[in-house]
Nanobody, 124 residues
């Protein structure tokens, strides 16, 4: 069983930056694929970024602006978000799974464990 706790959300002006954190419980954190997803009101949950072993994966909307990183010693994954836009406003969720492949890291349905989410609001 893995428990995930996100933090770092908040209100920021367009063009600003935020750093989200996701702390994970449990052992063998380094073997888990970790993903960030987001869900805006009235929309489906969408993939943002993922980290699997030494690989990083990004949605097109995140490329060049967001960076996912992880500290396996601290069981924590981060999402650094720069040049934020109003359309980035959403609840951001951290997810984990131990058996994903490179073709499923962007599939929300493939993840077994989820955090409670943290709100990110970008004002124009």
């Amino acid at each position: 069983q893995v428990q995930l706790v996100e933090s770092g959300g908040g209100l920021v002006q367009a063009g600003g930056s935020l750093r989200l954190s996701c702390a994970a419980s449990g052992r063998r954190f380094n073997t888990y694929a970790m993903g960030w997803f987001r869900q805006a009101p009235g929309k489906e949950r969408e993939f943002v970024a993922a980290s699997r072993w030494s690989f990083r994966y990004y949605a097109d909307s995140a490329k060049g602006r967001f960076t996912i990183s992880r500290d396996n010693a601290k069981n924590t994954v981060y999402l650094e978000m720069n040049n934020l836009k109003p359309e980035d406003t959403a609840v951001y969720y951290c997810a984990a799974d131990s058996s994903l492949s490179s073709t499923t890291v962007n599939d929300a349905g493939a993840y077994d464990y989820w955090g409670q989410g943290t709100q990110v609001t970008v004002s124009s």
